[in-house]
């Protein structure tokens, strides 16, 4: 019976481990704002190499108060943002949170950040795997290329 | 007598070719005159509407009218100092944009002028540290609600508070566009989001190009 119970853990151990290893995050940096700014973006790529959808349900940090997921919208010259429950990463395919579109929003920082602080953040996602990230702070030096 | 009547026909003759040839020229100089705009994305020609009065509070406490647009070609753009995403980007652009117009000594007359949709929140010292941090050349403005409404209305800014999420804690809807204004206080350009340093550049050098020969 104990061994039974050992083995379940174990495999459930490792489908996470498998899982985990389907899903990959690149460069993910937060903008630096300017003193006394409370909320921030940060901004990512999510790639899942798996062969089904997963969705982030929740990020986490211990130098912010909240995250929100919002996309920016843009209609007749009038800027919106709109708050997302989740963010949907259909199968192999990734999906990028980027300046004047989809990111993360970082409510009341602990301390003031600058550039070069690394911000650690924790993604939830549907499947159950949990990702630490290293979120490193720059200045944004946007330049669109059209 | 005969040659009396010879060097009057030569001197005719001589007149309607100095005409035919001035005719000729001043018809192509006008054509390609300054009069005829060249055509550029968001170039509000030829009928730029004129900003009339306003008044708002800069970072040091101090009134900007319209006043402080005359003789400057002035970029503004409105935004909150509360907006994590589109506001740090445009004012970001907005810094290349000028350093590199310094850069090419072309910046003598511009000024970069940041109004807040926000007054509750973004309080002129608040404005202060916020406009230092992107560039301490530009202008930022906040002010009543009555203050704001005096350039907005003019300009024609949407901006929409949305209810608060927490207390005290709000979006803010609102337009995105840069617009430009000439040294005569006519809102001359828009530059519409997704904002690109050069080519906001470019645009600006050509339409400054037009309204200076207009000017001359």
């Known amino acids: 019976m104990c061994y039974l119970r050992y083995c379940v853990l174990f495999m459930l151990f490792s489908y996470t481990i498998g899982a985990a290893a389907e899903i990959s995050i690149n460069n993910a940096w937060i903008n630096e704002a300017p003193p006394g700014v409370k909320v ?54 990734s999906f990028s949170f980027s300046p004047g579109g989809y990111h993360l929003m970082l409510f009341n920082p602990g301390s003031q950040l600058r550039s070069g602080d690394i911000v650690p953040v924790e993604l939830t996602f549907s499947n159950g795997v949990i990702l630490q990230v290293e979120a490193g702070v720059r200045r944004g030096e946007i330049e669109h290329s059209h | 007598m005969q040659n009396r009547v010879v060097k009057a026909s030569l001197f005719l003759l001589a007149c309607l070719v100095v005409g035919i040839v001035a005719g000729v020229f001043s018809t192509k100089y006008y054509r390609a005159g300054p009069a005829q705009a060249p055509e550029i994305t968001g170039f509000l020609w030829p009928n730029p509407k004129t900003i009339g009065p306003f008044g708002m509070i800069n970072q040091d406490n101090e009134l900007f009218s319209q006043k402080d647009l005359t003789g400057h070609w002035t970029f503004l753009f409105f935004g909150y100092t509360h907006c994590p995403d589109v506001c740090p980007i445009t004012l970001s652009v907005m810094d290349q944009v000028y350093r590199q117009l310094q850069k090419n000594n072309q910046a003598g007359n511009v000024q970069m002028v940041f109004v807040s949709v926000d007054p509750q929140r973004d309080t002129p010292d608040k404005m202060a540290s916020y406009m230092d941090y992107f560039n301490r050349d530009f202008v930022g403005l906040t002010g009543s609600q009555e203050q704001l409404e005096s350039i907005a209305r003019q300009m024609g800014i949407v901006y929409v508070h949305a209810d608060e999420s927490a207390p ?26 997704p904002h690109d340093k050069q080519d906001i550049i470019d645009r600006f050098l050509k339409i400054r190009n037009f309204i200076g020969n207009q000017a001359s």
């Open chain 1, 40 to 93: 921030l973006a940060a901004y990512m790529t999510i790639v899942n190499n798996g062969t089904e959808e997963i969705r982030l349900v929740k990020a986490d940090s211990n130098m912010f108060e909240k995250i929100e997921f919002h996309v920016t919208q843009m209609n007749d010259g009038v800027a919106s943002m709109h708050r997302q429950d989740s963010i949907s990463i259909p199968d192999r395919s």
């Open chain 2, 168 to 193: 005290g804690e709000y979006l803010v809807d609102h337009t995105a566009s840069i617009f430009l204004v000439s040294p005569e206080k006519q809102l001359i350009g828009i530059f519409s989001a």
